[in-house]
């Protein structure tokens, strides 16, 4: 009775610690979702929000100069829905990337028991340091690919001739 007390307490325990490492992650989850489902679900008012806070933070001038110029280039609205996918498909590239960081960080922490530091504490602390250095870089990217984005609109004519190379090609 005393070592089946021991083990379901060392089982609590284990189970303890994993949701408590779960619970950082799934914090920066709910961020990360929180600001994809504000472009999903919003539209140009939304998206424009989104820009203006990556402009404001990044402090750089000059692009927003190309925001403009992009604007006049391609229209407001399309702008707009292109930046939306643009930081949309961003945000889930660099997520990818910060799950399978934060998995190995997960596993590196543990080793510094031996070193009397906490884990958890130590989760804590580089995974908050991953989720900013992630944001930051999400902006960066987004703000560095506005100049080299393009819209091209195919005129009708163009766009029948390839569904009639489509619909050949399918025969």
Do not use: C
């Not at 021991?6 to 920066?28: A, M, P, W, Y």
């Not at 190309?66 to 707009?80: A, P, S, T």
């Not at 930081?87 to 997520?95: P, T």
Request: aromatic residues 8%; hydrophobic residues 35%; glycine residues 8%.
């Amino acid at each position: 009775e005393g070592a089946q007390e021991k083990i379901e307490g060392f089982n609590f325990d284990s189970r303890r610690n994993v949701l408590e490492f779960d619970d950082v992650l799934n914090h920066q989850r709910s961020a990360v979702y929180s600001r994809r489902y504000k472009l999903l679900i919003g539209g140009v008012l939304e998206s424009q929000e989104v820009l203006e806070e990556m402009i404001s933070v990044s402090g750089n001038e000059k692009i927003r100069e190309e925001v403009e110029k992009k604007k006049k280039e391609i229209g407001e609205n399309n702008f707009y829905g292109a930046i939306r996918m643009l930081i949309l498909q961003v945000i889930d590239l660099f997520w990818v990337d910060h799950l399978e960081a934060m998995d190995h960080l997960r596993g590196s922490v543990n080793l510094r028991a031996y070193g009397q530091r906490d884990p958890l504490s130590e989760y804590k602390r580089e995974g908050l340091r991953l989720f900013r250095d992630m944001q930051g870089a999400i902006d960066a990217q987004v703000l560095d690919l506005i100049p080299k984005m393009g819209l091209t609109v195919a005129p009708p004519e163009q766009e029948r001739l390839l569904e009639t190379r489509q619909n050949v090609k399918s025969i």
